[in-house]
């Protein structure tokens, strides 16, 4: 969170602009990707936006018809558009937004229509240029994999140590694991169909590992996630992201 005179001065630069805190986030959570190939602004930060997009809520509750607004979210993907053409854009997966049912009540059909609602403002955000979506998850929620995972959306797991990850590439292809525990891969890569495998805060050594082992090197990526100041992190995955020869 920004200091009052930081924020102030990066309001200068935005006249003619709307812009708010989430939009001063969205900034620089890409500034500080700089060198990533593929960025992803926003976080789990912007769950409040989207938590303003849906329509029929109160504090959080169903009580009338669903709907969404997603004029908000359209600028912000805008934005991000503006800032970085290449830029996916992270999002609290649905069930972290919390919401609650007092109107359909059917918790089957109510986690079917928040899900169907999302999957309408993340096509409006990708209508707007923004590449596609990563969604941080805590649990593996068949219901939303079914209706949101894809090739534009990629889910992925906040904690893979207690997340079910059979669950997860039961729809999607994409394996997302700790470098630290690249061990638990090829039992998942011999079940399910694995197209890419993303290791998270890999060093060089991991990278060459999993080429010497699992995957052909164009299977492979290095990715990372970090929650709190990042500056130094980012770079530092990015030096770290190849293979030894």
């Known amino acids: 969170m920004p200091a009052v005179p930081e924020l102030a001065e990066w309001l200068k630069g935005k006249r003619g602009v709307e812009a708010d805190l989430t939009t001063y986030r969205l900034e620089r959570s890409l500034d500080v990707q700089e060198g ?63 919401f609650r049912d007092a109107s359909i009540r059917d918790e089957e059909e109510f986690s079917e229509t928040i899900a169907d609602l999302y999957a309408r403002l993340m096509r409006e955000m990708r209508d707007q240029g923004v590449q596609g979506h990563v969604l941080v998850a805590d649990v593996a929620d068949a219901i939303e994999l079914e209706v949101l995972a894809g090739r534009k959306v990629l889910f992925f797991p906040r904690n893979p140590g207690t997340f079910d990850l059979e669950l997860l ?51 492979l990526e290095a990715g990372g996630y970090c929650e709190d100041d990042c500056p130094d992190y980012w770079k530092s995955l990015v030096e770290r992201a190849f293979i030894p020869r």
């Open 36 to 98: 990533v190939a593929v960025p992803a602004a926003g976080g789990i930060f912007y769950g409040e936006r989207l938590s303003g997009a849906f329509l029929g809520m109160e504090d959080g509750v169903l009580v009338g018809e669903p709907g969404i607004d997603p004029a908000t979210v359209a600028d912000d993907a805008r934005f991000v558009r503006a800032r970085r053409k290449d830029a996916w854009v992270a999002l609290p997966a649905p069930q972290r937004l919390g």
């Open 169 to 219: 590439l039961e729809y999607q292809d994409t394996l997302v694991l700790p470098a630290a525990v690249l061990d638990r891969a090829p039992d998942l890569m011999d079940r399910f169909r694995v197209r890419k495998l993303v290791l998270l805060d890999a060093e060089g050594k991991d990278l060459a590992a999993a080429a010497a082992e699992l995957a052909d090197p164009d299977m």
